[in-house]
Protein backbone atom coordinates (compact mmCIF):
# COMPACT_ATOMS: atom_id res chain seq x y z
CA UNK A 1 0.00 0.00 0.00
CA UNK A 2 1.14 3.07 -0.96
CA UNK A 3 1.03 6.69 0.82
CA UNK A 4 -0.94 9.42 -0.86
CA UNK A 5 -0.59 12.61 -0.05
CA UNK A 6 -3.54 12.85 2.79
CA UNK A 7 -6.77 14.82 2.83
CA UNK A 8 -9.66 15.88 4.65
CA UNK A 9 -12.90 14.89 2.33
CA UNK A 10 -14.29 18.67 1.30
CA UNK A 11 -17.46 17.98 3.05
CA UNK A 12 -15.69 17.24 6.47
CA UNK A 13 -13.01 20.38 6.15
CA UNK A 14 -15.99 22.83 5.30
CA UNK A 15 -17.95 21.23 8.35
CA UNK A 16 -17.45 23.04 11.43
CA UNK A 17 -16.41 21.24 14.63
CA UNK A 18 -18.38 19.26 16.74
CA UNK A 19 -19.34 20.90 19.97
CA UNK A 20 -16.24 20.66 22.62
CA UNK A 21 -17.07 18.22 25.46
CA UNK A 22 -16.20 19.69 29.27
CA UNK A 23 -13.05 17.98 31.52
CA UNK A 24 -14.79 16.23 33.27
CA UNK A 25 -17.16 14.20 30.66
CA UNK A 26 -13.55 13.81 28.45
CA UNK A 27 -12.27 12.37 31.74
CA UNK A 28 -15.26 10.29 32.98
CA UNK A 29 -15.84 8.80 29.15
CA UNK A 30 -12.53 8.03 28.52
CA UNK A 31 -11.82 6.63 32.00
CA UNK A 32 -14.39 4.12 31.30
CA UNK A 33 -13.31 3.32 28.13
CA UNK A 34 -9.92 2.51 29.41
CA UNK A 35 -10.35 0.73 32.61
CA UNK A 36 -10.14 -2.90 31.42
CA UNK A 37 -6.91 -2.61 29.64
CA UNK A 38 -5.84 -4.53 26.57
CA UNK A 39 -5.55 -0.89 24.50
CA UNK A 40 -4.25 -0.54 21.24
CA UNK A 41 -3.45 3.50 21.12
CA UNK A 42 -2.74 5.09 17.66
CA UNK A 43 -1.94 8.93 18.00
CA UNK A 44 -1.00 11.47 15.40
CA UNK A 45 0.58 14.85 14.77
CA UNK A 46 -2.00 16.87 17.57
CA UNK A 47 -0.22 14.39 20.04
CA UNK A 48 2.96 16.74 19.59
CA UNK A 49 1.70 20.33 19.31
CA UNK A 50 1.98 21.04 22.54
CA UNK A 51 5.72 20.43 22.13
CA UNK A 52 6.16 23.53 19.54
CA UNK A 53 5.24 20.86 16.51
CA UNK A 54 2.84 22.34 14.20
CA UNK A 55 0.18 19.70 12.81
CA UNK A 56 0.01 19.97 9.41
CA UNK A 57 -3.47 19.98 9.29
CA UNK A 58 -4.35 22.29 12.34
CA UNK A 59 -4.40 25.85 12.64
CA UNK A 60 -2.28 27.31 9.53
CA UNK A 61 -1.19 24.22 9.20
CA UNK A 62 0.73 23.21 6.01
CA UNK A 63 -1.79 20.72 4.05
CA UNK A 64 -4.37 23.55 4.68
CA UNK A 65 -2.78 25.42 1.67
CA UNK A 66 -4.32 23.95 -1.22
CA UNK A 67 -0.78 25.06 -2.62
CA UNK A 68 1.52 23.39 -1.07
CA UNK A 69 3.21 20.60 -3.20
CA UNK A 70 5.43 17.93 -0.91
CA UNK A 71 8.18 16.09 -2.77
CA UNK A 72 7.20 12.43 -3.66
CA UNK A 73 9.36 9.34 -3.25
CA UNK A 74 10.05 8.72 -6.54
CA UNK A 75 11.20 12.16 -7.03
CA UNK A 76 13.55 11.72 -3.81
CA UNK A 77 15.23 8.70 -5.28
CA UNK A 78 15.30 9.35 -8.85
CA UNK A 79 19.00 8.76 -10.69
CA UNK A 80 19.00 11.54 -13.03
CA UNK A 81 19.82 15.53 -12.39
CA UNK A 82 16.05 16.05 -12.15
CA UNK A 83 16.61 13.55 -9.22
CA UNK A 84 19.58 15.36 -7.57
CA UNK A 85 17.91 18.38 -7.95
CA UNK A 86 14.95 17.61 -5.36
CA UNK A 87 17.46 15.92 -3.39
CA UNK A 88 18.80 19.56 -3.00
CA UNK A 89 15.37 21.06 -2.20
CA UNK A 90 14.81 18.08 0.67
CA UNK A 91 17.86 17.89 2.06
CA UNK A 92 18.46 22.08 2.53
CA UNK A 93 14.82 22.31 3.97
CA UNK A 94 15.46 19.25 5.95
CA UNK A 95 18.60 20.07 7.54
CA UNK A 96 17.30 23.23 9.31
CA UNK A 97 14.02 21.59 10.09
CA UNK A 98 15.78 19.02 11.86
CA UNK A 99 17.13 20.52 15.30
CA UNK A 100 13.89 21.53 16.62
CA UNK A 101 12.25 18.23 16.01
CA UNK A 102 15.43 16.51 17.61
CA UNK A 103 15.35 19.18 20.70
CA UNK A 104 11.58 18.57 21.12
CA UNK A 105 11.06 17.21 24.62
CA UNK A 106 7.61 15.24 25.72
CA UNK A 107 4.32 16.86 26.75
CA UNK A 108 1.69 16.08 29.21
CA UNK A 109 -0.25 13.69 26.78
CA UNK A 110 3.24 12.01 25.87
CA UNK A 111 3.78 11.10 29.47
CA UNK A 112 0.36 10.45 30.26
CA UNK A 113 0.46 7.91 27.55
CA UNK A 114 3.29 6.56 29.01
CA UNK A 115 2.17 5.84 32.40
CA UNK A 116 -0.64 3.79 30.77
CA UNK A 117 2.06 1.62 28.37
CA UNK A 118 3.84 0.92 31.77
CA UNK A 119 0.74 0.26 33.77
CA UNK A 120 0.11 -2.54 30.85
CA UNK A 121 -3.26 -0.62 30.15
CA UNK A 122 -2.33 0.41 26.44
CA UNK A 123 0.33 -2.47 25.87
CA UNK A 124 0.34 -1.55 21.94
CA UNK A 125 1.03 1.70 20.67
CA UNK A 126 0.84 2.54 16.73
CA UNK A 127 1.91 6.36 15.61
CA UNK A 128 1.85 8.12 12.72
CA UNK A 129 4.73 10.40 14.18
CA UNK A 130 8.29 10.21 13.30
CA UNK A 131 9.34 12.69 16.08
CA UNK A 132 10.56 9.98 18.33
CA UNK A 133 8.36 11.83 21.40
CA UNK A 134 6.72 8.63 22.49
CA UNK A 135 9.96 7.17 22.93
CA UNK A 136 11.10 9.77 24.96
CA UNK A 137 9.13 9.59 27.27
CA UNK A 138 9.18 6.17 27.95
CA UNK A 139 12.68 5.56 27.48
CA UNK A 140 13.84 6.03 31.19
CA UNK A 141 11.18 3.12 32.24
CA UNK A 142 11.53 0.78 29.45
CA UNK A 143 14.48 -0.93 27.35
CA UNK A 144 14.71 -0.35 23.53
CA UNK A 145 13.89 -3.96 22.77
CA UNK A 146 10.37 -3.62 24.75
CA UNK A 147 9.73 -0.14 22.75
CA UNK A 148 10.40 -2.39 19.85
CA UNK A 149 7.99 -5.27 20.05
CA UNK A 150 5.29 -2.46 21.95
CA UNK A 151 5.27 0.63 19.85
CA UNK A 152 5.18 0.85 15.96
CA UNK A 153 6.06 4.19 13.79
CA UNK A 154 3.56 3.56 11.12
CA UNK A 155 5.18 6.21 9.24
CA UNK A 156 9.15 5.66 9.98
CA UNK A 157 11.37 7.85 11.85
CA UNK A 158 13.24 10.96 10.97
CA UNK A 159 16.16 10.43 13.21
CA UNK A 160 17.64 7.79 10.89
CA UNK A 161 18.81 8.21 7.20
CA UNK A 162 19.55 5.59 4.53
CA UNK A 163 21.20 5.14 1.00
CA UNK A 164 19.31 3.30 -1.29
CA UNK A 165 21.03 0.70 -1.07
CA UNK A 166 20.37 0.11 2.80
CA UNK A 167 23.24 1.83 4.74
CA UNK A 168 22.00 3.53 7.61
CA UNK A 169 23.36 6.12 9.73
CA UNK A 170 21.95 8.06 12.81
CA UNK A 171 20.43 11.61 11.98
CA UNK A 172 22.96 13.29 13.81
CA UNK A 173 25.99 11.79 12.13
CA UNK A 174 23.99 12.80 8.65
CA UNK A 175 23.96 16.55 9.75
CA UNK A 176 27.46 16.94 10.46
CA UNK A 177 28.26 15.48 6.98
CA UNK A 178 25.25 18.36 5.77
CA UNK A 179 27.55 20.45 8.06
CA UNK A 180 30.86 20.07 6.85
CA UNK A 181 29.49 20.01 3.01
CA UNK A 182 28.16 23.50 3.48
CA UNK A 183 29.39 25.20 6.40
CA UNK A 184 28.05 28.67 4.89
CA UNK A 185 24.45 26.81 6.15
CA UNK A 186 26.06 25.29 8.97
CA UNK A 187 26.79 29.45 9.80
CA UNK A 188 23.27 30.32 8.99
CA UNK A 189 21.86 27.56 11.75
CA UNK A 190 24.67 28.96 14.37
CA UNK A 191 22.52 32.37 14.06
CA UNK A 192 19.48 31.31 14.39
CA UNK A 193 20.30 29.22 17.44
CA UNK A 194 22.52 32.40 18.89
CA UNK A 195 19.33 34.84 18.05
CA UNK A 196 16.89 31.90 19.40
CA UNK A 197 15.20 31.81 16.61
CA UNK A 198 13.88 28.56 14.57
CA UNK A 199 12.00 28.62 11.37
CA UNK A 200 8.35 27.19 11.05
CA UNK A 201 8.88 23.43 11.33
CA UNK A 202 6.66 20.63 10.16
CA UNK A 203 6.04 17.50 11.55
CA UNK A 204 8.45 15.73 9.01
CA UNK A 205 10.96 18.08 9.42
CA UNK A 206 10.05 20.19 6.54
CA UNK A 207 10.58 23.80 6.64
CA UNK A 208 9.46 26.08 3.48
CA UNK A 209 12.05 28.73 2.47
CA UNK A 210 11.65 31.13 -0.21
CA UNK A 211 13.81 32.66 -2.86
CA UNK A 212 16.44 30.13 -2.40
CA UNK A 213 19.38 29.03 -4.85
CA UNK A 214 18.80 25.37 -4.04
CA UNK A 215 21.89 24.02 -6.17
CA UNK A 216 24.59 25.52 -4.51
CA UNK A 217 23.57 22.95 -1.53
CA UNK A 218 25.62 20.35 -1.56
CA UNK A 219 23.64 16.58 -0.44
CA UNK A 220 26.72 14.34 1.27
CA UNK A 221 27.16 11.06 -0.53
CA UNK A 222 26.89 7.83 1.52
CA UNK A 223 30.57 7.10 2.55
CA UNK A 224 29.76 3.36 2.72
CA UNK A 225 29.22 2.97 -0.45
CA UNK A 226 32.27 5.58 -1.61
CA UNK A 227 34.28 2.74 -0.10
CA UNK A 228 32.32 -0.29 -2.19
CA UNK A 229 33.23 1.53 -5.07
CA UNK A 230 29.98 3.60 -5.68
CA UNK A 231 28.89 7.99 -6.00
CA UNK A 232 25.58 7.26 -4.15
CA UNK A 233 23.82 10.38 -3.13
CA UNK A 234 20.04 9.08 -3.03
CA UNK A 235 19.60 8.88 0.52
CA UNK A 236 16.48 9.08 2.43
CA UNK A 237 15.30 9.63 6.08
CA UNK A 238 13.91 6.35 7.03
CA UNK A 239 10.72 7.32 6.70
CA UNK A 240 7.65 6.76 4.34
CA UNK A 241 7.08 9.91 1.89
CA UNK A 242 4.24 10.39 -0.23
CA UNK A 243 4.02 7.28 -2.90
CA UNK A 244 6.26 5.30 -0.75
CA UNK A 245 4.59 1.59 -0.22
CA UNK A 246 4.87 1.11 3.76
CA UNK A 247 6.88 -2.21 4.56
CA UNK A 248 5.06 -5.64 4.71
CA UNK A 249 6.27 -6.42 8.16
CA UNK A 250 4.91 -3.19 9.25
CA UNK A 251 1.16 -3.27 7.49
CA UNK A 252 1.07 -6.56 8.95
CA UNK A 253 2.09 -5.65 12.36
CA UNK A 254 -0.24 -2.82 12.46
CA UNK A 255 -3.06 -5.13 11.67
CA UNK A 256 -1.76 -7.72 14.21
CA UNK A 257 -1.99 -4.87 17.04
CA UNK A 258 -5.45 -3.96 16.02
CA UNK A 259 -6.55 -7.54 16.04
CA UNK A 260 -4.88 -8.45 19.59
CA UNK A 261 -6.44 -5.56 21.11
CA UNK A 262 -10.02 -5.41 22.69
CA UNK A 263 -10.43 -1.78 22.10
CA UNK A 264 -9.05 0.86 20.00
CA UNK A 265 -8.44 4.58 21.54
CA UNK A 266 -7.24 7.08 18.65
CA UNK A 267 -6.02 10.65 20.16
CA UNK A 268 -5.20 13.57 17.42
CA UNK A 269 -4.99 12.45 14.30
CA UNK A 270 -7.53 13.79 11.33
CA UNK A 271 -6.88 9.89 9.83
CA UNK A 272 -6.29 11.73 6.41
CA UNK A 273 -3.63 9.09 5.34
CA UNK A 274 -5.32 5.85 4.88
CA UNK A 275 -2.72 3.89 6.43
CA UNK A 276 -4.14 5.43 9.23
CA UNK A 277 -7.89 5.44 8.25
CA UNK A 278 -7.47 1.60 7.46
CA UNK A 279 -6.29 0.69 10.89
CA UNK A 280 -9.64 1.79 12.16
CA UNK A 281 -12.00 0.46 9.43
CA UNK A 282 -10.20 -3.01 10.33
CA UNK A 283 -11.12 -2.77 13.88
CA UNK A 284 -15.05 -1.48 13.13
CA UNK A 285 -15.22 -4.67 10.99
CA UNK A 286 -13.73 -6.76 13.72
CA UNK A 287 -16.42 -4.82 16.06
CA UNK A 288 -13.93 -3.01 18.54
CA UNK A 289 -15.08 -0.50 20.32
CA UNK A 290 -13.72 2.42 19.15
CA UNK A 291 -12.94 6.21 20.95
CA UNK A 292 -11.32 9.14 19.08
CA UNK A 293 -9.66 12.14 21.35
CA UNK A 294 -9.53 14.74 18.61
CA UNK A 295 -10.38 18.62 17.73
CA UNK A 296 -11.58 19.35 14.26
CA UNK A 297 -13.10 17.41 11.54
CA UNK A 298 -11.39 13.89 10.45
CA UNK A 299 -11.82 11.57 7.68
CA UNK A 300 -13.50 9.58 9.90
CA UNK A 301 -16.02 10.95 10.88
CA UNK A 302 -19.52 9.82 10.47
CA UNK A 303 -18.84 6.63 10.42
CA UNK A 304 -20.83 3.96 12.03
CA UNK A 305 -19.45 2.88 15.38
CA UNK A 306 -17.17 5.57 16.00
CA UNK A 307 -17.25 7.84 19.14
CA UNK A 308 -15.61 10.97 19.07
CA UNK A 309 -14.91 13.48 21.86
CA UNK A 310 -13.61 16.91 20.86
CA UNK A 311 -11.01 18.15 23.64
CA UNK A 312 -7.80 18.88 23.52
CA UNK A 313 -5.70 15.64 24.91
CA UNK A 314 -3.62 18.09 27.09
CA UNK A 315 -6.42 19.25 28.97
CA UNK A 316 -7.44 15.55 30.15
CA UNK A 317 -4.69 12.68 29.93
CA UNK A 318 -3.29 13.14 33.41
CA UNK A 319 -6.45 13.33 34.95
CA UNK A 320 -7.45 10.41 33.06
CA UNK A 321 -4.21 8.39 34.26
CA UNK A 322 -5.27 8.92 37.55
CA UNK A 323 -8.56 7.95 37.52
CA UNK A 324 -7.51 4.77 35.26
CA UNK A 325 -4.86 3.27 37.55
CA UNK A 326 -6.49 4.96 41.25
CA UNK A 327 -3.43 4.51 44.18
CA UNK A 328 -1.19 3.36 42.14
CA UNK A 329 -0.62 6.61 40.14
CA UNK A 330 0.60 7.86 43.37
CA UNK A 331 2.57 4.75 44.67
CA UNK A 332 4.57 3.60 41.58
CA UNK A 333 7.24 6.14 41.75
CA UNK A 334 8.18 5.67 38.36
CA UNK A 335 3.96 6.44 37.23
CA UNK A 336 4.13 9.15 39.48
CA UNK A 337 6.89 10.74 38.25
CA UNK A 338 5.66 10.60 34.54
CA UNK A 339 2.47 12.28 35.75
CA UNK A 340 4.59 15.17 37.00
CA UNK A 341 6.67 15.36 33.50
CA UNK A 342 5.88 17.22 30.01
CA UNK A 343 6.38 20.53 28.60
CA UNK A 344 3.52 22.73 27.25
CA UNK A 345 4.90 25.21 24.67
CA UNK A 346 2.43 24.88 21.38
CA UNK A 347 3.55 26.67 18.65
CA UNK A 348 2.66 30.48 18.35
CA UNK A 349 -0.40 31.29 16.59
CA UNK A 350 1.45 33.12 14.00
CA UNK A 351 5.01 32.76 12.76
CA UNK A 352 6.76 34.03 9.70
CA UNK A 353 9.28 31.88 7.61
CA UNK A 354 12.89 32.32 7.87
CA UNK A 355 14.18 33.72 4.90
CA UNK A 356 17.82 33.60 4.15
CA UNK A 357 19.79 37.03 2.85
CA UNK A 358 20.80 36.53 -0.56
CA UNK A 359 23.69 34.82 -0.82
CA UNK A 360 23.15 32.10 1.89
Known amino acids: MRVSVPTIPTRLASVPSGPTVSPAVAVERISS ?7 CLLTGAGVS ?14 YMNPNYKPIFYHELVDGTEKGFA ?3 RYWLRSYLGYPPV ?8 HYAIAALQHASIVPRLITQNVDGLHHKAIRSARSRSWMDEHMLELHGTLH ?17 WISAANPQWKAFVDDLERAGQQPRTNPDGDVAIEDVDYTTFNVPECPTCALEGYTNSVQKPALIFFGES ?15 CDRLFLVGTTLAT ?9 ALELKKPTLMLN ?28 NVLGSQATEDPIIRDMLCSGIYMPPPDHIEDIVPQSGS
Open 160 to 176: KVHCNRGHLVDRETFQD
Open 274 to 282: FSAFRLLKH
Open 86 to 88: FRQ
Open 246 to 260: IAKEVRDKSYADIEQ
Open 102 to 109: RDAQPNKT
Open 33 to 39: FLQHGNV
Open 49 to 62: VDSGIRAYRGKDGR
Open 295 to 322: VGPTRADGLPGLEKLEIRSGEVMREIVR
